[in-house]
């Protein structure tokens, strides 16, 4: 095990990222979708098991590493950075609720990627500085996997793109219909659930949200 093994991706923070919900999977396993989303050009996976215990998140995990680090793809593990270090991901993705930064940190070593979701100015400001690499900002659009939170909208991300410099990628009820207005905003990437997986061609759906990134 190496704590501080580099990220496959040489630009880890921009275009298309795949929260690969254990809840969103309505057919075979999260490493089945993955290898769907990948087939379609995805680089950036996100596992998301928030119904599991972590011992059921764990042997997924494994299965999702192997298959990422064999094509290529970053996988980060939602919450728990234990976890992330057990089954050698690439980093974690932290909720509010979890460890801080500085703390995931000293769990994960100096090599992984550590991104923090932010509701708030001030969340993202407090995120920034214990050492996020990244945040994920939303919901920024009405989302069936982000009902909790009312929406954020597209000028919020304006103004925290003017006063956060580490990478911003927007998550909420993106679509192939709004992103080119995210993406307006001047943030680095957008994270989708239902955009993806709720398609019934996976690849397919990746590959249209990827080719509209790279359009801009």
Not at 124 to 152: C, H, M, N, W
Not at 167 to 195: E, F, H, M
């Amino acid at each position: 095990m190496n704590p501080s093994a580099p990220v496959p991706s040489s630009r880890p923070f921009s275009g298309l990222y795949l929260i690969l919900d254990q809840d969103a999977v309505t057919a075979g396993s999260p490493a089945d979708a993955a290898a769907e989303a990948i087939a379609g050009g995805v680089k950036k996976i996100q596992y998301r098991a928030k119904n599991l215990s972590k011992r059921e998140a764990y042997f997924h995990s494994i299965r999702l590493r192997e298959l990422a680090h064999r094509n290529g793809v970053t996988l980060l593990i939602n919450d728990w950075a234990d976890l992330a270090l057990a089954v050698e991901a690439d980093g974690v993705h932290l909720g509010q609720d979890d460890l801080p930064p500085s703390a995931a940190r000293a769990v994960l070593g100096p090599g992984r990627i550590i991104g923090v979701s932010a509701h708030t100015l001030e969340q993202a400001r407090v995120a920034e500085s214990e050492g996020a690499d990244y945040l994920g900002i939303g919901p920024i659009f009405p989302s069936r996997t982000k009902q909790a939170r009312p929406p954020l909208g597209c000028d919020f991300l304006r103004r925290i793109r003017a006063e956060i410099r580490i990478p911003i990628i927007a998550i909420g009820g993106i679509t192939a219909q709004n992103l080119r207005k995210v993406i307006a905003t001047g943030i680095d990437g957008v994270a989708v659930v239902s955009a993806v997986l709720g398609r019934p061609d996976i690849a397919q759906a990746a590959a249209e949200l990827i080719s509209l990134l790279k359009a801009g």
